[in-house]
């Protein structure tokens, strides 16, 4: 096989760099030995990644100040299906604002929550496949936005690019801080158009905004985006209300019910990053699942479809049911990221890195009525080894079924791949404020620098490969399939069919195949690790 390395190129200009950027990749490049430092000799004094190795997540556990409720006293909500504003023969219309409102998380508290349409979850959005789904997003936050569609297949345009960004619908200061470097998209409200010509998936779609993503998802922009298609429709897996969305993340929370988050700026307008403690990422000890603090799912003795996503920023989790079912494995995960699995696949657990999906079934016919179940996370500890509970309610009759021929798939082999590229997910290489920065290749993300050209219609072949800590790839546009994990080996229980998202574990590697046959144009890949992004763990690619 031809194989042609390749090489990140240099910056061609720091063009559009606001000053706080500009300063640190002066600093970074200036410095121009790169560093792969071990972790915790950055002097940074964030030691902390060991601090919580046995709950698989880099981070820091930042405390709540509030009393942290009972756990399973809340039902899970539902977040709201989406109405169309208006349909015709080829594309749906949406509208979403994103604004701020006071949810009540904690009993009898408020939280100030940035919310698409001023709840968290944002409302879920059901497309059919093949059919155009226009989202116009008004942004009356104080501050700028991008959304991106994780998972989807999406013209570079409109696809979140970081700093591609809606500016406040109420005007933007800003003036002497940055607004240069932003590529303004829409002044006050943007259409984002998504051609959704791919298989029936669970997205999800979240903030993007550059230097920020970590605080703006954390205080709430993030929501589902279903895809249904034909194939998914034959099967007669559990639908309509047995098809229920599981958006688990962790928050902590001040003594007034506010999330705390440790911005370097709380207002999000100005200097970006956390402090340093918290840089290998923010780890709250309260969990949510769909907003709701531990909450609890009345269930009938049937089967049940559920989308499992970790919207963390930095916490991974392992889930089991506990007790098990009495016979069988307790999950059948039928999808990954992309879309249905070839086949059903068993699972005791699951672990779930961030922003990974598991479209996972649940047979409640093992267990009897009025058996409660709790979903445990097996890498948390006091308050995060719980997730939310199930209980086994009543009777209920079930004609679904999960058939053992899911969708078609073609696996992809090495041989496929044209071009082989390599990426280190690493602290080091460059500074800012005397904290090292997360990198790739020893790079800081710069808007500016294409690190990989892939031609339109190619499969290429990455290995990449996590140091200091675990690092979630994702790629944006492009699904991969995982070849080998851990030094040549299986991909693992949790890696099969198409992947937009792969775990690596801290010295951990992978190979994975990535197909480029959708559009050309510039998008990025990064950790999604959110403050490991937010603090340069990202790269671009361009399609060519
Ligand atoms: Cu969900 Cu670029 O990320
Ligand atoms: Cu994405
Ligand atoms: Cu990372």
Redesign the pocket.
Same mark, same amino acid.
């Given at each position: 096989m031809p194989v042609k390395q390749s090489y990140p190129r240099r910056p061609r200009a720091l063009v559009g760099m606001n000053i706080s950027r500009r300063d640190f990749l002066k600093m970074g490049m200036k410095g121009a030995a790169v560093l792969f430092l071990p972790f915790g000799a950055s002097g940074c004094g964030g030691l902390t990644a060991g601090n919580n190795s046995t709950q698989g997540s880099?981070g820091t556990l930042l405390k709540s100040a509030a009393k942290l409720p009972e756990p399973f006293r809340v039902p899970l909500p539902i977040p709201p299906v989406l109405e169309p504003i208006r349909t015709d023969a080829t594309t749906d219309y949406y509208r979403i604002t994103q604004k701020i409102s006071q949810a009540e998380i904690l009993p009898d508290l408020k939280t100030e929550i940035w919310g698409y349409d001023g709840i968290f979850p944002g409302p879920t959005i059901v497309s059919r496949s093949g059919r155009r789904t226009v989202v116009r997003h008004r942004n009356e936050l104080p501050v700028p936005t991008a959304v991106h569609l994780h998972g989807g297949v999406t013209p570079p345009e409109h696809d979140g690019y970081p700093s591609d960004v809606v500016m406040p619908s109420g005007g933007w200061h800003d003036g002497h801080r940055g607004h240069l470097e932003l590529n303004v998209i829409g002044e006050g409200s943007f259409d984002y158009e998504y051609p959704l010509e791919q298989p029936a998936a669970a997205l999800w779609y979240h903030d993007h905004r550059m230097d920020f993503t970590g605080p703006q998802v954390y205080k709430g922009l993030a929501g589902f985006h279903l895809i249904h298609d034909d194939v998914e429709q034959a099967l007669g897996l559990p639908a309509r209300e047995r098809d229920v969305p599981l958006m688990i993340c962790d928050r902590s929370f001040a003594r007034d019910g506010s999330f705390r988050y440790p911005s370097l700026d709380p207002s999000l307008e100005g200097r970006p990053g956390v402090r340093a403690e918290y840089m290998s990422g923010v780890l709250g000890d309260c969990i949510l699942v769909n907003g709701a603090p531990w909450p609890v799912l009345e269930v009938t003795n049937t089967r049940y479809r559920f989308r499992l996503l970790n919207a963390s920023n930095a916490r991974r989790y392992q889930l089991a049911l506990d007790p098990p079912a009495r016979y069988g494995a307790p999950f059948v995960q039928v999808g990954s990221d992309h879309g249905l699995l070839p086949e059903p696949i068993s699972h005791n657990l699951i672990d779930l890195a961030q922003a990974e999906r598991f479209d996972v079934i649940v047979d409640f016919s093992k267990y009897s009525v009025g058996d409660e179940i709790t979903m445990v996370n097996k890498f948390g500890a006091a308050s995060t080894a719980q997730v939310m509970r199930f209980i086994v309610a009543r009777e209920g009759r079930d004609d679904s079924r999960i058939p053992s021929k899911l969708a078609d798939f073609q696996p992809l082999s090495r041989s496929d791949a044209t071009v082989e590229r390599e990426f280190r997910?690493v602290r080091g290489g460059a500074q800012m404020n005397g904290m090292t920065l997360?990198t790739v290749n020893g790079e800081p993300f710069d808007p500016s620098r294409i690190d990989a050209d892939p031609e339109l219609g190619s499969v290429e072949l990455w290995k990449i490969r996590?140091l200091n800590?675990? $690092?979630?790839f994702h790629i944006h546009l492009a699904p991969f399939q995982v070849l080998t994990s851990g030094g040549g080996g299986d991909p693992g229980p949790y890696n099969t069919g198409w992947k937009d998202t792969v775990n690596l574990d801290n010295g951990g590697d992978a190979e994975i195949l990535i197909k480029f046959d959708s559009y050309r144009g510039r998008y990025v890949f990064h950790?999604?690790?959110l403050e $490991?992004?937010d603090m340069m763990?990202m790269a671009n690619f361009e399609v060519v």
């Open positions: 880099a997910f997360w996590a800590v675990e $690092h979630p950790c999604h690790n $490991h992004e763990m």
